[in-house]
Structure formats: structure tokens, C-alpha cells
T-cell receptor, first 113, second 109 residues
Framework: IAGITQAPTSQILAAGRRMTLRCTQD?????MYWYRQDLGLGLRLIHY???????GKGEVPDGYSVSRANTDDFPLTLASAVPSQTSVYFC????????????FGPGTRLLVL | GQNIDQPTEMTATEGAIVQINCTYQ??????LFWYQQHAGEAPTFLSY??LDGLEEKGRFSSFLSRSKGYSYLLLKELQMKDSASYLC??????????WGAGTKLIIKP
């Protein structure tokens, strides 16, 4: 792999179901992020992790949880999906050095019915 | 509160020059980023400014004035493939990115 991968590419989910979005990077970046992108709004940070073993809440964390057991993986879990969580979800990573530019995965398109 | 403002949509002609403006009000400033996002794809990094002035990278340039809370992205010799959304983001005092809603750029032949 080169960069960041996300799975699944898209998903239709019944409300109330549990869902985990997967994110893996092979760039050995320390920091990782989960965003959601909705029409007419900027990217909004859900959760982040500055390094393996630590996580933090972003702007819109409610209804979502994350874990960072190792450097490469940063899964996002919706414990009980609701229709307002219909969105495009992007995972990103950045190095701690230099500008800290964030690099994005291809995204997961989630529809909650 | 924190706020990033960009025009919602702009139209330009192939071969021309376009300037996309971004104004910001954030709690602290630790750099400004521009990203390009084609429809249905992920954002991709274009430029980074942390000091005042112009950064040039091929057909794209980005300008920053920290005292005015203002940046612009300048695209020269426009090509049809430049049709995309352009996202402005500021890194705040917590080193988190605050994103604008993006400017959709439409290029006409």
C-alpha cells in the first residue's frame, strides 16, 4: 500500500446498527484524524489521535468512538447509527514534523436509513 | 467563535487566471492550508503558508496576510482539470485544522 486506505468504500446501514469504519496508513505518521463532510459545510473533525495509544475529541464527537492500538490503524465506530450520521467520512494522517500537512484517504460514503 | 469564509462558487474561462479568497477568524494561527477536492474524491494538499507573503508552486500560488486574516489562492493558465472545489483551512492554537466550506470552481471552455 502507499498512503491511506479506508474500508468500506460505501455502506447503507439501518438505523440502530453498529458500524466500524476502517482506516490504515503505511506512512508511519504519528497523528491520525477522522472527519465528516456534509454538503455546504466544511470538514468537521470527529476524533483525532496524536500518537498510538492516545485519542482526543474533535468538534463533533457524539455518537462516535475511536481507538489507536498501533501506529497504522485508526478505526471509527458508530455504536448505534442515526440518520444524521449520513455523510462522507474521511480519515487523514500527518507527520509531527514540519508543516504537519494532513493526507487523506479516499473516504467512506455512509447512508443511514 | 472560529470562522473561515470563502466564496461558494466561482466561474472562470480556460486559459485565464482566477483568485480564490479566504478570510479567517480563529483562536490562534499556526499556518494556513489550501486543498483541492475533485467531486467524489478526497482532498489533496496544494499549499501551506505560515509567514506573510506569496508562495509559488507551478501554476498555483498562495498568499497570506496574517494581520488581515486573509489568504488567496491564485490559479494561472486554467485548465479544464482545475474544475474542483478548493478548501481553505487554518491550524488554530490547538494545532487542529478549521476548514472553510470550500469554493467550487467551474472552468468554461
Amino acid at each position: 500500500i502507499a498512503g491511506i486506505t479506508q474500508a468500506p468504500t460505501s455502506q447503507i446501514l439501518a438505523a440502530g446498527r453498529r458500524m466500524t469504519l476502517r482506516c490504515t496508513q503505511d506512512m508511519r505518521h504519528n497523528a491520525m484524524y477522522w472527519y465528516r463532510q456534509d454538503l455546504g459545510l466544511g470538514l468537521r473533525l470527529i476524533h483525532y489521535s496524536n500518537t498510538a495509544g492516545t485519542t482526543g475529541k474533535g468538534e463533533v464527537p457524539d455518537g462516535y468512538s475511536v481507538s489507536r492500538a498501533n501506529t497504522d490503524d485508526f478505526p471509527l465506530t458508530l455504536a448505534s447509527a442515526v440518520p444524521s450520521q449520513t455523510s462522507v467520512y474521511f480519515c487523514a494522517s500527518s507527520d509531527s514534523d514540519g508543516s504537519g500537512t494532513q493526507y487523506f484517504g479516499p473516504g467512506t460514503r455512509l447512508l443511514v436509513l | 467563535g472560529q470562522n473561515i469564509d470563502q466564496p461558494t462558487e466561482m466561474t472562470a474561462t480556460e486559459g485565464a487566471i482566477v483568485q480564490i479568497n479566504c478570510t479567517y477568524q480563529t483562536s490562534g494561527f499556526n499556518g494556513l492550508f489550501w486543498y483541492q477536492q475533485h467531486a467524489g474524491e478526497a482532498p489533496t494538499f496544494l499549499s501551506y503558508n505560515v509567514l506573510d507573503g506569496l508562495e509559488e508552486k507551478g501554476r498555483f500560488s498562495s498568499f497570506l496576510s496574517r494581520s488581515k486574516g486573509y489568504s488567496y489562492l491564485l490559479l494561472k493558465e486554467l485548465q479544464m482539470k482545475d474544475s474542483a472545489s478548493y478548501l481553505c483551512a487554518v491550524r488554530d492554537s490547538n494545532y487542529q485544522l478549521i476548514w472553510g466550506a470550500g469554493t467550487k470552481l467551474i472552468i468554461k471552455p
